[in-house]
């Protein structure tokens, strides 16, 4: 069974990949199980910038195959802002509420009809001897004007779906991995593990 190092320490992020990873015969690593690896500071000016850092940082740092990613939320009103800094909109300390009330702050003033706004992923994976290969996943929707359902993480009760008419932390997690950025990103990873399994 292939070993991969997910390099975060995001917990809702972690048990996503591993459920789409672990039935597909790959064993699932993460940082918990690293403790002295370096935080890598993600100061890239996008997601793949961000993404290719964490994961040559973090392969260099345990000898294994690894798999990064960088995501957020591109709003339009904002002019694609909190883009790659969604983690940290209200603040280098800040957690999901403190974020979801400073998108909601700074969007009171924009109509329903311009709330447009995108989750974007950008996934990469550095394999021994190999340049990293990415792969991407956007979805699309609207920010609604107070926060709805509680699953997911992060800006998932703002984000509005039309096509299943509720956020994206009302879905249950089997449907928010088939539709969502990250899910998008992963099946990619997965068919690009696979074929290399053949």
């Given at each position: 069974?292939?070993?991969?190092?997910?390099?975060?320490?995001n917990s809702g992020k972690l048990r996503e990949i591993r459920r789409l990873l672990e039935s597909k015969g790959v064993s699932i690593l993460g940082m918990d199980s690293f403790p002295d690896a370096p935080d890598v500071d993600e100061d890239g000016d996008t997601f793949a910038a961000n993404a290719v850092k964490k994961a040559l940082a973090v392969a260099r740092f345990t000898g294994k195959p690894c798999l990064a990613d960088d995501s957020g939320l591109e709003v339009a009103a904002l002019q694609g802002r909190p883009g790659v800094h969604s983690a940290r909109f209200a603040g280098v300390d800040a957690d999901?509420?403190?974020?979801?009330?400073?998108?909601?702050?700074?969007?009171?003033?924009?109509p329903d009809d311009q709330r447009q706004a995108a989750f974007?992923?950008?996934?990469?994976?550095?394999?021994?001897?190999?340049?990293?290969?990415?792969?991407?996943?956007?979805v699309e929707g609207r920010i609604l004007r107070q926060e709805r359902g509680d699953g997911g993480f992060g800006y998932d009760p703002l984000f509005w779906l039309p096509e299943f008419a509720c956020t994206m932390a009302e879905l249950p997690l089997d449907t928010k991995n088939r539709i969502s950025h990250r899910g998008q990103a992963m099946r990619l990873v997965v068919a690009y593990l696979s074929s290399l399994q053949r």
């Open positions: 069974m292939m070993e991969l190092v997910v390099a975060t320490r999901d509420h403190d974020n979801n009330c400073r998108l909601l702050h700074d969007m009171d003033s924009v974007c992923c950008v996934m990469a994976l550095c394999l021994p001897g190999a340049p990293p290969r990415l792969f991407e996943g956007r």
